[in-house]
């Protein structure tokens, strides 16, 4: 589908899914809860703590209920502004997100909270492992999502360099139960292969108050089966010879994304999962504002990943001796606690949280090349690799004092430490389908990272029109017990240590009722994971790390915001600058004079810079509402040493424009009708640009996207939808196939 810049603008208007709130609008919120819905007891000193100097959207349950077909939590901000979420498919462990100014391999430059519980897997950075661990969270348990824009806010570290997502969930004041079963099929037709998937996902939530005790249970069950994750191809034009030399038939002839010929073969990775996540939450009442609370959540993942080919030899028997690699299986066992001691005052909010998230076992395996199809599938050689072990554990002290009693002045502070552990072990393994059998270690990665934090910020309002917030954040960064092995060769790696500084300040100016500007100025660190720290390179029979010397990004951003709001109308321009030294991006390099590779490395400077534009009107006509947001970001790599090529080329996936709109018709108080889309331009996987055909398997191509939902509301107790996404069936890939025409329906009961 063709869609000119123009048209696409004006198709899509302006969007943002929520009004934009403020702290004291959200606390406000709170209180006023909906009949027959479960009611937020608690976060209202965090809330009135962090008080963030940024531009933030507030994505509502209602909103999510109305506007989203959400099979999944991260369903639910994508039609955020800025926002990209790459979910490849329900039931997809690895979905980041991209920012205004990052791509999707920029996982570490995002923070996603739950409940003070981070979900980022700071172990990573990238599409992978590195992944928020969504699946902690179900759309049933979401109260509402604060999305904020930037490094402008002390109490974060760098990795909100993107973005900082903090979720909340419910908690019940009285007896309540919800229950939702959901269905979705996908129509799914790319070359070869043809097919139905559907989806089966059940929910239920059941919570009371007895006393000065709260208690919240839920459960999710998803079984989800999955287009081709990949495709598999040959270089050239020409089929493969089976095992006797003749050429088998079949396959389609395409080009890759740097134009060469191929020929598609088959797909692969076509899942199938199925995940459980299961949530405790329990908060006591302690008296005087104090409450205690205890979050225990566990994960679980049974996936399958099978073929599809398009060979086949004169017997008519299929082959797939070349779709080894597109074949596995993943079993994991994660589990997560946090406790939270918290209290609230006058003059003195405080928190205090501590999270743990624990691999307790992770594992995926596959048979080796060695190990060909069909007979693979039974069993035979393989591999397995093991994460069990790898988590991380973080500890949060904060606090806001104010001495008149009132946000004439709040004087913030608080400190940090975390910890992250990476322990990764490939075994080798007689039959990759017996994973007690496993045999002798053939790689591993492992090592530790730590970092220690002080900081401050003090909103002080100079004038009633104008306040002025003015903080700071000291870090202490660690990284040790690195160690590599393949090959049958290992490095020790050295340990690091470095400290950072960043100032933060924010001038806002309220001209009138209607009307505020905004300038936010910050500087923040950006320390590298300990999988980029400690990943390694094999080059032959040489284990090599391209480079254990990472160094931390320092970034500096600024944005200057507007916003205008009435009782109907919320609009915002956001101008938004970041330039980043010593960027942290895989990218391609030469590794010895005779073999070019690719690995993380510092890139010596980014700059993004660009406009956002966001609207919401309420009753445009009567019972319509539209909201819509435009997004144009000129992020290039402006300085790169190691790989001059790069210079003035737009950053990986991070497309200079992107848009979306949503549209609501609420025809009567028991119906809401919503059509959205979704758009991006043309964006690229490397950062020379040099993948010159998009649409292709591992190239990045433009979208333009059509979702639409029915809600219903029964009665009190029962609702139900109906919905489909990208219902204009447009096929595009961001490196991957991307979900083609689906239909969901879910029913919903609460009491």
Known sequence: MKITLGASLLALSLAQPAFAETAADAAASEGSPHHGDIVVTGHHADDRIDLPPATRVTVTSEDIARSVNAVSVEDTLK????????????GDNFAPIAT??????????????????????FIGNNNGNGSPRWTLVAPEEIERIDVLYGPFSAAYPGNAIGTTVNITTRLPSTLTATARVLANVQDYSLYGTNKTLPTYQFAATLGDKIGPLALFAAITRTDAKSQPVSIVTANGTANPKDNTGAVVTGGYADRNRTGAAIRVLGSGGLEHHVQDTYKLKAA?????????????????????????????????????????????????????????????GRHFDWHLVGTSYHYDHDLQNGPSSGNPLPAAFAGGAGSIQRQDGTGWVTLDAKAAWRPNGNDSNVISFGG???????????????????????????????????????????ALKLTPALTLTLGARHEWWRAWNGYNFASGKALIQPERRFEGFSPKAALSWRASDHLTARLSLAQAWRFPTVGELYQATTIGTNLANPNPDLRP?????????????????????????????????????????????????????????????????????????????VTYADAITS?????????????????????????TWRPSDAVT?????????????????????????????????VDARAQFRVNEHFEFALGVDNLNNDKYFLFHPFPQRSVTAELRWKY
């Open 553 to 629: 990004e320092r970034a500096r951003s600024a944005e200057l915001a507007l916003e205008y709001r009435d009782e109907r109308t919320f609009m915002r321009v956001s101008l938004f600058n970041e330039v980043v030294q010593n960027a942290l991006i895989s990218q391609t390099n030469i590794a010895n004079t005779l073999v070019t590779t690719s690995y993380v490395q510092n890139v010596d400077r980014t700059r993004a810079r660009g406009v956002e534009v966001a609207l919401e009107r309420r009753d445009l006509l009567p019972r319509i509402d539209l909201a819509g947001s």
């Open 79 to 90: 039609y955020a502004p800025s926002l990209v979420i790459r979910k490849r498919h329900i």
């Open 416 to 458: 940090h430490a975390d910890r992250y552990v990476l322990n990764t072990n490939t075994y080798a393994a007689a039959n990759w389908r017996d994973t007690a059998t496993q045999g002798a270690v053939t790689a591993t990665s492992q090592g530790r990272t730590r970092t220690l934090a002080l900081w401050a910020q003090d």
């Open 673 to 705: 009708l919503t059509t959205a889309a979704r758009y991006a331009s043309r964006n690229y996987a490397t950062l020379d640009n040099s993948d010159i055909v998009g649409n292709t398997y591992q190239g990045f191509y433009k979208y333009f996207v």
């Open 639 to 663: 300085k790169d040493t190691a790989f001059p090529a790069a210079v003035g080329h737009l950053l990986p996936s991070v497309p200079r424009w992107k848009a979306n709109a949503v549209l």
């Open 100 to 121: 205004r100014t990052s791509g999707l391999g920029a996982s570490a430059r995002s923070l996603i909270y739950a409940d003070g519980v981070l979900l980022s897997a």
């Open 284 to 344: 006591l009442d302690l008296g005087g504002n104090t409450r205690l609370s205890y979050l225990l959540g566990i994960w679980t993942d049974d996936t399958q990943g099978t073929v599809d080919t398009y060979l086949r030899k004169a017997s008519g028997a299929a082959y797939t001796s070349a779709f080894n690699s597109a074949v596995y299986s993943r079993d994991a066992h994660h589990t997560a606690h946090a406790l939270t001691l918290e209290g609230s």
